[in-house]
């Protein structure tokens, strides 16, 4: 996938709001009337589930992926490309086309599935495993009841469910000198997330490298907050928990 921004006639990225149903309704149709894109599914509004259009609401570059919902039945196409495997710590998208229509808990992996797209960044890192793709972790968390209904992927993924594809998971207490300790080490580490930058309820991101500038972040819900650099500050305001990781 090509993980470029997308061009300046269409919404940007703001920090994800909460919208009722009507609210929601409301804003596509205000992004309709801004945006031809966003045309088809405002005038098919009921064949998209609700969750997916506040996900789009919130993440334009989600777009794409929306519109062929309708028509998607839930079929995984593809693997890892040769530029992700030539990648050190490669971002991967939930709702990437390959794997994102795919069932994960009440919904599928392009809504649901942050925690196992997360794993899989963290699985294929570590290990170059190219068959430990979003759908397989998703399906073996669904398979081995880490989903927890009504809530989402359960913490216990990011440590025993780990285990199955030759990694241990351990974690870790909320400070700077600790994360970056784990981070010189080379071990990426998985955050669990409170609402704020990144989600209006609960979110996985990785965090993977730190600079002058900041935290390094993939997002497996966006882009363009994969592309920023991060400070521990804005970070650890939001982080509920987290884990580091190494092969075995």
């Not at 149903?21 to 098919?44: P, S």
């Not at 495993?129 to 397989?136: Q, V, Y």
């Amino acid at each position: 996938m090509n993980h470029e921004l997308f061009p300046a006639d269409t919404p940007s990225v703001e920090t994800p709001v909460l919208r009722t149903e009507d609210e929601l309704k409301d804003t596509i149709r205000q992004l309709a009337e801004k945006y031809d894109g966003y045309k088809d599914i405002h005038e098919n509004y009921d064949r998209y589930p609700e969750a997916l259009l506040g996900a789009l609401a919130n993440n334009p570059e989600m777009l794409d992926f929306v519109k062929g919902y309708p028509e998607n039945d839930g079929s995984v196409t593809g693997g890892l490309t040769k530029k992700e495997k030539e990648e050190s710590y490669p971002l991967f998208l939930q709702w990437d086309e390959r794997w994102g229509y795919a069932a994960y808990g009440e919904s599928c992996i392009g809504i649901s599935g942050c925690g196992p797209t997360c794993l899989s960044m963290v699985v294929y890192a570590l290990t170059k495993d190219d068959s430990a793709t979003p759908d397989r972790l998703a399906d073996y968390a669904w398979k081995q009841d880490y989903y927890v209904e009504g809530t989402g992927t359960s913490w216990s993924l990011m440590t025993e469910g780990a285990k199955a594809f030759g990694l241990q998971g351990r974690e870790l207490s909320l400070d700077e000198g600790v994360l970056r300790s784990e981070l010189d080490q080379g071990h990426p580490v998985i955050c669990a997330m409170r609402a704020g930058d990144f989600t209006t309820a609960g979110h996985f991101i990785m965090i993977y490298a730190y600079d002058k500038d900041g935290f390094s972040v993939n997002d497996p819900n966006c882009i363009e907050r994969s592309q920023k650099k991060w400070s521990y500050e804005d970070l650890s305001r939001q982080i509920k928990n987290l884990w580091s990781y190494y092969s075995e």
